[in-house]
């Protein structure tokens, strides 16, 4: 079965209008959880524009003392800052993305043979602290067996395109080829994992195609689902066609 890990940065964003603290990011990772999500995804970026370093420093103590069984996934671009961060809280997982900082969300998988040595050297490091490290990837199949060189443990695949062009032949093309690299990793011993705008919409045909998805990651399309919904019930949502 895919797990589903809930992304919280658009909870973050919304808190970081106003200087009072609510929506609590430890509040809603905790109803996402009793509601039935695997695990909590979060990205901090340099600006801390949505979650901050205290948000990471404060879930981690709570997923472990509370919901010891659910996946901490931290995603970010492997500056130092940002390993120490997770060398500090100790995630179940890494997710190593080639954001800019001034992207307002990831858009591009890894070019992981131009940084080749930078990965491997930053994995390297992770795996010293025995974490599971995943690289963020396109849709393309020629990228997984150089994630295997570096040493990586899952591929996560950026559905990006696939959901921009959903239900027309661009789309499909991009379904196509997330389904040949998903294999790919799979020829290669490596997990898959993936997320970007998947939602209730377009998941079950996305899931349909690529097969034996480890985790799937939602934020924006989750959060949004819940401003209808409530959080609970947009978990039992995606957990349904999840299983």
């Not at 909590?40 to 600006?47: A, G, L, N, S």
């Not at 559905?159 to 990793?185: C, E, I």
């Not at 998941?203 to 399309?221: M, R, Y």
């Amino acid at each position: 079965m895919t797990l589903l890990s809930v992304n919280l940065n658009a909870v973050a964003m919304l808190r970081n209008r106003r200087d009072i603290g609510w929506p609590s990011v430890t509040g809603i990772a905790r109803l996402v959880l009793e509601a039935g999500a695997n695990g909590i995804t979060v990205h901090p970026r340099p600006d801390e524009r949505h979650i901050r370093k205290s948000d990471v420093r404060a879930l981690a103590p709570m997923l472990r003392a509370d919901f010891p069984d659910a996946e901490f996934n931290i995603e970010g671009y492997p500056n130092e800052v940002f390993l120490s961060l997770v060398e500090e809280v100790m995630p179940d997982q890494v997710t190593f993305v080639p954001d800019d900082p001034e992207q307002s969300t990831s858009d591009h998988g890894w070019d992981i043979d131009a940084h080749q040595e930078f990965l491997k050297t930053s994995i390297a490091r992770m795996k010293a602290k025995n974490l599971r490290v995943a690289l963020f990837v396109d849709d393309d199949p020629g990228v997984p067996p150089d994630a295997w060189e570096v040493d990586a443990d899952r591929v996560e695949l950026y559905t990006g395109p696939f959901v921009a062009d959903f239900g027309n032949p661009v789309g499909a093309h991009h379904l196509q080829r997330l389904s040949m690299t998903a294999k790919a990793a799979h020829a290669a011993g490596l997990e898959v994992n993936a997320g970007h705008d998947l939602n209730l919409e377009n998941l079950p045909e996305f899931l349909g195609a690529v097969k034996n998805v480890a985790e799937v990651s939602i934020g924006h399309a989750i959060t949004s689902d819940a401003l209808l919904m409530g959080f609970p019930e947009a978990v039992r949502q995606y957990k349904m066609l999840l299983s």
